[in-house]
């Protein structure tokens, strides 16, 4: 592959720029993880296929990351509603009214932040749906790329 002219230059810097985004959402929103990460010295090394199949895949990984968290704050705050519940049955059995009232208060307030956390839960997922998309569609050009070459050698 010749590595010389303007498309080369512009596709180079858009997967550099792709990969410093990367690099910086994966230090920013995923600092505990072990994900790995596209170094700008590992970019210079491959040819333009590899780094922006490098730079789709670290993508994937990062939805998938920020995918299982969000699964996992719905969960808590499933188990956080149904705790509530099970105190505002004991508050209703007591005849606590007082109790009753802020319960209920607090379970309003749950539901209402669990359907913002499944809208954030379906937005992440459309994402990440969306990023395998463009990585398998990636490839398949590629192959066709490769494919019309060889043919027009023939």
Same mark, same amino acid.
């Given at each position: 592959?010749?590595?010389?002219?303007?498309?080369?230059?512009?596709?180079?810097?858009?997967?550099?720029?792709?990969?410093?985004?990367?690099?910086?959402?994966?230090?920013?929103? @995923?600092?505990?993880?072990?994900?790995?990460?596209?170094?700008?010295?590992?970019?210079?090394? *491959?040819?333009?296929?590899?780094?922006? *199949?490098?730079?789709?895949?670290?993508?994937?990984?990062?939805?998938?990351?920020?995918?299982?968290?969000?699964?996992?704050?719905?969960?808590?705050?499933?188990?956080?509603?149904?705790? /509530?519940?099970? &105190?505002?049955?004991?508050? &209703?059995?007591?005849?606590?009214?007082?109790?009753?009232?802020?319960?209920?208060?607090?379970?309003?307030?749950?539901?209402?932040? &669990?359907?913002?956390?499944? /809208?954030? /839960?379906?937005?992440?997922s459309n994402k990440r749906?969306?990023?395998?998309?463009? *990585?398998?569609?990636f490839v398949k050009k *590629? &192959?066709?790329?490769?494919?019309?070459? @060889?043919?027009?050698?023939?």
């Amino acid at each position: 592959m010749k590595r010389t002219g303007k498309f080369f230059t512009s596709t180079m810097v858009a997967a550099i720029a792709a990969v410093s985004i990367v690099s910086s959402a994966s230090a920013s929103t @995923i600092s505990n993880s072990n994900i790995s990460s596209i170094s700008f010295a590992n970019i210079q090394s *491959m040819d333009i296929e590899t780094a922006l *199949m490098m730079v789709q895949k670290e993508r994937t990984k990062l939805l998938d990351a920020q995918l299982q968290t969000q699964i996992q704050e719905v969960q808590n705050r499933n188990n956080y509603i149904a705790d /509530l519940d099970s &105190q505002l049955l004991v508050a &209703q059995q007591n005849g606590d009214a007082v109790a009753v009232q802020k319960l209920k208060g607090q379970i309003d307030a749950a539901y209402n932040s &669990q359907q913002m956390d499944m /809208l954030r /839960l379906q937005s992440m997922s459309n994402k990440r749906n969306e990023a395998f998309d463009v *990585m398998t569609n990636f490839v398949k050009k *590629m &192959q066709d790329s490769r494919s019309s070459i @060889i043919g027009n050698m023939r």
